[in-house]
Nanobody, 130 residues
C-alpha cells in the first residue's frame, strides 16, 4: 500500500484557482489508480475525479468536469487536482485516495465509490471566500 500526503490547500477568493498535490510513497506509484474526493462538514466523501495508473483514463463528477482537472506525474509519485473558477461551495476538505486494481475499464458508478479505494491521505482544507 502507498502512503498519501496532500498539500496545496488554503484560503482563496472566489474565481481564483488552486492546485492540490498528493504525494505517494511506499510502493510502485504507477500501479495505483488515484482519486480525489472532498468532504463537506457532516457529510460523506464526495467523488471529484479519478485517474488510472498510466494516466490514460480519467473520470470526473459530472457537475465538476470543466473546472477540475486531475493529472499525475509518475516520475514524481504525485497526483494533482487543478481547480479553476473556484466557488464558495467548493469549500471542503479534499482527500486523495489510491486503489491497486485498475479502474480503466470500470464503470463510473464503481470508480466513484469511496469504498473502491483502500488508502487515503489526511486531507487538505480548501476554503473559498466570496
Amino acid at each position: 500500500q502507498v502512503q498519501l500526503v496532500e498539500s496545496g490547500g488554503g484560503l482563496v477568493q472566489a474565481g481564483g484557482s488552486l492546485r492540490l498535490s498528493c504525494s505517494a510513497s511506499g510502493d510502485t506509484f504507477s500501479s495505483y489508480a488515484m482519486a480525489w474526493f472532498r468532504q463537506f462538514p457532516g457529510e460523506e466523501h464526495e467523488f471529484v475525479a479519478a485517474i488510472s495508473g498510466t494516466g490514460s483514463a480519467t473520470f470526473y463528477a459530472a457537475d465538476l468536469e470543466g473546472r477540475f482537472t486531475i493529472s499525475r506525474d509518475n516520475a514524481k509519485n504525485t497526483v494533482y487536482l487543478q481547480i479553476g473558477s473556484l466557488k464558495p461551495v467548493d469549500t471542503a476538505v479534499y482527500f486523495c485516495a489510491s486503489r491497486l486494481e485498475s479502474i480503466a475499464t470500470m464503470p463510473f458508478k464503481l470508480v466513484s465509490l469511496a469504498s473502491a479505494y483502500s488508502s487515503w491521505g489526511q486531507g487538505t482544507q480548501v476554503t473559498v471566500s466570496s
